[in-house]
């Protein structure tokens, strides 16, 4: 079972692998974006750790949604809506359960990557966020390590894929051949889910 130590870790392990990886985040989005995608997460992550460590939410549920709305109200891009959303609508599908299953954790994950899907507009192809996420979800029934090849497979998948949703797709054409800096974080957020189960 996963309990809240386990979300806890999650969210940890995120914070610090966006932090290592914010430069190469922002240089993804650099010829097909606004170069501030990395930025834009450790900034938005910081924020969650440290909020996390004041309000100390004590249920998996309750973790997820303090951390969304956290995101949602610090990071100013197109994504931080976008991963706010993700995990509020998948810590209100844990409910209030001091513990959930792994089963439990992918159907609610797969609530929150639909609430996205609606949102933003974006399908699978559109070269976004959503790419990695997708087969993440899919694969989670199998196991962790599954989801995490599983998005970060999806997330070069994105380079030949021209952009039909947010400031990428400005581009038309001109964005093929570029890796989605969104979808290279999604797959950040779900190696967090390996790390925080080997811990
Ligand atoms: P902004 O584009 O506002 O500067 P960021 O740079 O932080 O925001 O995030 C850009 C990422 O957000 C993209 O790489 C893409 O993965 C994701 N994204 C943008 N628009 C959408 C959308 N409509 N649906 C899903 N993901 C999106
Ligand atoms: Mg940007």
Redesign the pocket.
Known sequence: MLDADFFRRWMTATAASVDREAERLTAL?SPI??A??GS??QRGFTAVIATLEKEAPDTPGAILMLAGRQLIST?G???GP?YGTLLRRTGKALGDAAEVGEEQLAEALRAGVDA?MQL???APGDK???DALVPAVDALGDSFGAARAAAEQGALATTPLQAR????SYLGERSIGHQ????TSSALLIAGLVEAADE
């Open positions: 989005d974006g606004d501030d995608h834009n997460l990071v891009g197109a994504s976008l996205v933003g507009g974006a976004t966020m959503i949703k947010g400031r990428a989605d800096p969104g979808a």
